[in-house]
Every structure is written in C-alpha cells, then in structure tokens.
C-alpha cells in the first residue's frame, strides 16, 4: 500500500522514542509533526501553569469529559488532512479514542514503538522533557505509567501494523523506520 502521503501515528510508553522518530523524520523528509500534547501545552502556559506529565494527563481527561471523548482526535485528524506534507507523524497516540477517525484514512499507519521500562527510565531522566521530568525517581516514573492517558497504550501497541524495537542506538532505530518507510511510501 504505497501513497504520495502518509500519516504515521506513533504509540509508545513514556519516554519510548516517539519524538526521536518524529525528529528524525523531520530532519530527513521535512515532514510535519502535529502533536496531540500541543493544544494541552499552550492551555497550561496561557494559565502559567507548569508542563506536568500528570498536568497535561488529567487537562485532557477534563477536556474529553467536557466536550466529548473524540475532541483532540478531530482536530488532530483535521490538522493531519489539511497538511501539505508528504509525510505528517503524530507522535503520541496514546488512547484508542486518538485514532477513531485517523484510522478511517487510506494513508494512516499506525506504528508501535517497544522500550525495555529500565531503558526509558533513563532516557526521560536525562532529555527532561517536561517539568517535573529532571528528578523523576523509579518509583515516581512507574506512577505516571498509572496516569489515565497512559493505560491504554500497551494494547494500542499490539494494534499497530508496525512494531519499531527500540532497546538499540540510534542506528538501529533509524533502519527501522527507513524499512518502514520503504514499506509505505
């Protein structure tokens, strides 16, 4: 199933390597990263409130009880329609609800990404993504796995037409996806 565009959903566990892979794609193909921890992002810095996994974790919990479950998925899958990029990653499905209408697409693959937990661990540890990242001890990091928005996100993984392995370098994980690319595009 090759296509002149293509939509790469990305689902990992926390700290799986998602944006390495978007990274990637975006220095290599130029393509568009639409994210749906964005729109939560820009709320809590409107508020001036921190970028907490836990903050942006239960900010989209109230948003999709107030206004419907599908609401990020609709703008997402909007945004990803609308983009004049060859190649559009999402890099954090994490619901199934996020890929209800991106799936109804032609162009839309939906690829996992496998981290040993010890892996990632280390990894949010050092790339401080968000706030409360820096100082995040074992016990805290195996806590966010618990969050509402994280739960799903082993069996969204086992759906995936793609499972990228990534407990190697950055050499390993970047062969993947080019396979994947080749496979696709």
């Given at each position: 199933?090759?296509?002149?565009?293509?939509?790469?959903?990305?689902?990992?566990e926390?700290?799986?390597?998602?944006?390495?892979?978007?990274?990637?794609?975006?220095?290599?193909?130029?393509?568009?990263?639409?994210?749906?921890?964005q729109?939560?992002?820009?709320?809590?810095?409107?508020l001036?409130?921190?970028?907490?996994r836990?903050?942006m974790?239960?900010?989209?919990?109230?948003?999709?009880?107030?206004?419907?479950?599908?609401?990020?998925?609709?703008?997402?899958?909007?945004?990803a329609?609308?983009?004049?990029?060859?190649?559009?990653?999402?890099?954090?499905?994490?619901?199934?609800?996020?890929?209800?209408?991106?799936?109804?697409?032609?162009?839309?693959?939906?690829?996992?990404?496998d981290?040993?937990?010890?892996?990632?661990?280390?990894?949010?540890?050092?790339?401080?993504?968000?706030a409360?990242?820096k100082?995040?001890?074992?016990?805290q990091f195996?806590?966010?796995?618990?969050?509402?928005?994280?739960?799903?996100?082993?069996?969204l993984?086992?759906k995936?037409?793609?499972?990228?392995d990534?407990?190697?370098?950055?050499?390993?994980?970047?062969?993947?996806?080019?396979?994947?690319?080749?496979?696709?595009?």
């Amino acid at each position: 199933m090759k296509n002149s565009k293509i939509i790469i959903g990305l689902v990992g566990e926390i700290a799986s390597g998602k944006d390495t892979v978007a990274a990637y794609l975006k220095k290599k193909y130029k393509s568009e990263t639409i994210s749906f921890s964005q729109p939560l992002r820009n709320i809590l810095d409107v508020l001036f409130l921190s970028q907490t996994r836990e903050s942006m974790s239960w900010l989209g919990t109230i948003l999709r009880g107030r206004f419907g479950q599908n609401l990020l998925a609709k703008v997402i899958t909007q945004k990803a329609e609308k983009s004049k990029s060859r190649i559009v990653v999402i890099p954090n499905v994490r619901l199934p609800q996020d890929i209800v209408f991106l799936k109804r697409l032609p162009h839309f693959v939906l690829v996992g990404i496998d981290t040993n937990p010890k892996i990632r661990y280390q990894r949010l540890t050092k790339r401080r993504q968000n706030a409360d990242d820096k100082n995040k001890t074992w016990k805290q990091f195996l806590k966010d796995a618990k969050l509402p928005t994280e739960t799903k996100i082993r069996k969204l993984i086992k759906k995936s037409r793609i499972i990228l392995d990534n407990n190697g370098d950055f050499k390993d994980l970047y062969l993947q996806v080019e396979k994947m690319l080749k496979k696709y595009v």
